[in-house]
């Protein structure tokens, strides 16, 4: 399978734990992105990299959320002592530079804060 | 403000009905607006875009700067068209960040 990776794909934790998810996007693709999608809700966007620059974050994006994509490649992204609120589907999309608005989503990781 | 608003969670026709998804959006300069689709244990994907004005799966959209609308829109409904339907904008240029509607679960009935 060639699309974007991401693993695990469930991870139930208790609140207060740290957790880190990955990302492996489309090998040829330059451009990543992580969104948050609760339940009844639309992905919402967290943060976007251009190769291994971060160049935007949302306010979604407290201090407790750090995502990184040191080599340009794979990212991750970590949750520090997380709390029930941060119960989510945790989605990554990645696309290349010439058709950015195409954005190829990966499976998601379910997270569940007990 | 960047805002999608898909006022419709649920929407079921029955299989050969015409089929409309609205989308409104509210966002002050010249967006690009998205259809994104997901399918039943399938990833979320792109449908259609504004700025390609094509068909896809004889689905078409239309943007309306007047009304701020961008509906989704099929003459006949197949029973493959049963998913999760999102509208998306991107706002400024150069930004990359999609918004995305609260979305419309579409279901075809026999």
């Known amino acids: 399978d060639t699309g974007v990776s991401q693993d695990p794909r469930h991870k139930i934790t208790k609140r207060g734990q740290n957790v880190t998810f990955r990302c492996d996007p489309i090998?040829?693709?330059?451009?990543l992105y992580w969104y948050r999608q609760t339940l009844g809700q639309g992905p919402e966007f967290l943060t976007y990299?251009?190769?291994?620059?971060?160049?935007?974050k949302s306010r979604l994006l407290s201090d407790r959320f750090s995502a990184e994509r040191p080599k340009g490649s794979f990212s991750t992204l970590e949750i520090q002592r997380t709390e029930q609120g941060d119960s989510a589907m945790y989605l990554c999309?990645?696309?290349?530079?010439?058709?950015?608005?195409?954005?190829?989503f990966g499976p998601g990781t379910r997270l569940t804060v007990t | 403000a960047q805002r999608v608003t898909q006022p419709e969670k649920l929407l079921s026709v029955f299989k050969g009905a015409p089929v409309e998804l609205k989308c409104n959006y509210s966002?002050?300069?010249?967006?690009?607006l998205f259809w994104y689709v997901q399918y039943s244990r399938q990833r979320l994907q792109l449908l259609l875009r504004?700025?390609s004005r094509e068909s896809i799966k004889g689905f078409t959209a239309d943007l309306n700067k007047g009304e701020t609308s961008f509906h989704l829109k099929k003459p006949f409904a197949q029973e493959e068209d049963s998913a999760m339907y999102y509208c998306?904008?991107?706002?400024?240029?150069?930004?990359?960040?999609?918004?995305f509607g609260q979305g419309t679960r579409l279901t075809i009935n026999p």
């Open positions: 998306a904008l991107r706002g400024r240029q150069g930004a990359q960040k999609l918004v």
């Open positions: 966002y002050s300069g010249s967006p690009e």
């Open positions: 990299f251009q190769n291994e620059a971060q160049l935007e």
């Open positions: 090998s040829e693709h330059n451009r």
């Open positions: 999309a990645s696309s290349s530079q010439g058709t950015a608005y195409e954005q190829y």
């Open positions: 504004h700025i």
